[in-house]
């Protein structure tokens, strides 16, 4: 009666543990970011825009885009050209202080936490875009 009863206690205390496991979780949101220019039509400065895409509405909104000229030389850091925010509908735009400079530029959406605790942790995933070349 003993061994049962030990067999039913392990039994039981493995099913808990097993269940504390379960409801702690990772999910992870894919995310894509696009990018464009906007060239400026007389006195008007360049703009870069773009929109985040997510099957995951929060991971839209909110999220920080920077833009990125590419070095010139193989090895150097690329340049920051700057940074901005995405509205509602994932929408962003970054106005230049004048005409775009030619080279490869590029957007990424950081990785963004929209939910931490200790039993979970809910991210949107970081994204890069296509190069778009100016010349």
Known sequence: MKFVAKMAAIVALTSLSLVAVANAHTVKHDSTVTIQLKKG??????????????????????????????????????????????????????????EAAPGTYFAVAKREVLRRSANHLHVCKRATSADRTVN
């Open 41 to 98: 039509k007389g006195q008007d400065p360049d703009s870069f825009s773009g929109k985040v895409n997510s099957v995951r509405t929060r991971c839209e909104s909110g999220r920080t885009v920077k833009i990125f000229r590419r070095a010139d030389v193989v090895g150097e850091a690329d340049v920051l050209v700057g940074k901005t925010t995405t509205d509602a509908d994932g929408n962003y735009e970054f106005v230049l202080p004048g």
